[in-house]
């Protein structure tokens, strides 16, 4: 059993930045792939970026190409989610998830451990 914990969300003003994490617990992080979604209100839980158990390859929604990065720490146990240029549609509840596989994925369901979500605001 995995236990993931998300902080580092927060208000902020459009084209600010913030620096998500997620700490890991209970297995062996580097076996695991790990993924960041984010959920608005009254809209579905979507993919926002995913990177190996190694972090040599990395995949992200193409709302947020160019301006997120998602890094991994596996001494630390550890995932990041560099927010950058952001604007009121990144709005929302972020979460990290793992999945016991070696192949990056994008849909919630491919997931297997979720975090609780640290909420991201953006002022305009």
């Known amino acids: 059993q995995v236990q993931l914990v998300e902080s580092g969300g927060g208000l902020v003003q459009a084209g600010g930045s913030l620096r998500l994490s997620c700490a890991a617990s209970g297995g062996t992080f580097s076996n695991y792939v790990t993924g960041w979604f984010r959920q608005a209100p009254g809209k579905e839980r979507e993919f926002v970026a995913a990177?190996?158990?190694?972090?040599?390859?990395?995949s992200y929604a193409d709302s947020v190409k160019g301006r997120f990065t998602i890094s991994r720490d596996n001494a630390k146990n550890t995932v990041y989610l560099q927010t950058n240029s952001l604007n009121s549609e990144d709005t929302a509840v972020y979460y990290c998830?793992?999945?016991?596989?070696?192949?990056?994925?994008?849909?919630?369901?491919?997931?297997?451990?979720w975090g609780q979500g640290t909420q991201v605001t953006v002022s305009s």
């Open positions: 990177i190996s158990r190694a972090g040599g390859g990395t």
């Open positions: 998830a793992v999945r016991a596989s070696a192949v990056v994925a994008t849909r919630p369901s491919n997931y297997n451990y």
